[in-house]
T-cell receptor
């Protein structure tokens, strides 16, 4: 079966531009997570969706970051007015439900802001 | 806030040697603990998931232990192979989100 997919795999943009990162979770998984991984660090939690709603967005660094999951499946992470410090790997994960079963991770989107 | 530490940061061993990777966490009120493998430029692959009520979990050459009271987990990899070279990440599960350590980068020399 298909795993978690993320597009694009790589994204290079200029400072100040807007970017969208897409995540397709495993079919039937109701829980979806976004994490951000900087070089040499472990992933850091950004936001958690249960179904269509953002149950916890406390990890989003500021109001330039926003994520949606309108139909409870595909999710899009949106970053406005990108800054060089936003450069990182953005990882998406899904799980069957919120009760902490194994989270399955996608390959990530490598974002580079010049 | 949960803090997760992994020691050592890097490890190099000859093929065939057993690997011992350590993970410590500050808040013992956890739901579970998960070990992941990450290859360069790739996403995370789940290796083992230990529920908070369990003391250990095994899969093939891998064995992970959990001591919640002391805030520690250890991943053992028996008879290491060059294909085991990767970064291993420990992640502590709260109600729904994971808190990760920075990882241990393992090199197995042929």
């Amino acid at each position: 079966g298909a795993g978690v997919s993320q597009t694009p795999s790589n994204k290079v943009t200029e400072k100040g531009k807007y970017v969208e990162l897409r995540c397709d979770p495993i079919s039937g998984h109701t829980a979806l997570y976004w994490y951000r991984q900087s070089l040499g660090q472990g992933p850091e939690f950004l936001i958690y969706f249960q179904g269509t709603g953002a149950a916890d967005d406390s990890g989003l660094p500021n109001d330039r970051f926003f994520a949606v999951r309108p139909e409870g499946s595909v999710s899009t992470l949106k970053i406005q007015r990108t800054e060089r410090g936003d450069s990182a790997v953005y990882l998406c994960a899904s799980a069957f439900d919120r009760f902490q079963e194994t989270q399955y991770f996608g390959p990530g989107t490598r974002l580079l802001v010049l | 806030k949960q803090e997760v530490t992994q020691i050592p940061a890097a490890l190099s061993v000859p093929e065939g040697e057993n690997l011992v990777l350590n993970c410590s966490f500050t808040d013992s009120a956890i739901y579970n603990l998960q070990w992941f493998r990450q290859d360069p430029g790739k996403g995370l692959t789940s290796l083992l998931l230990i529920q908070s009520s369990q003391r250990e979990q095994t899969s093939g050459r891998l064995n992970a232990s959990l001591d919640k009271s002391s805030g520690r987990s250890t991943l053992y990899i028996a008879a290491s192979q060059p294909g085991d070279s990767a970064t291993y990440l420990c992640a502590v599960g709260g109600d729904y989100k994971l808190s990760f350590g920075a990882g241990t980068t393992v090199t197995v020399r042929a």
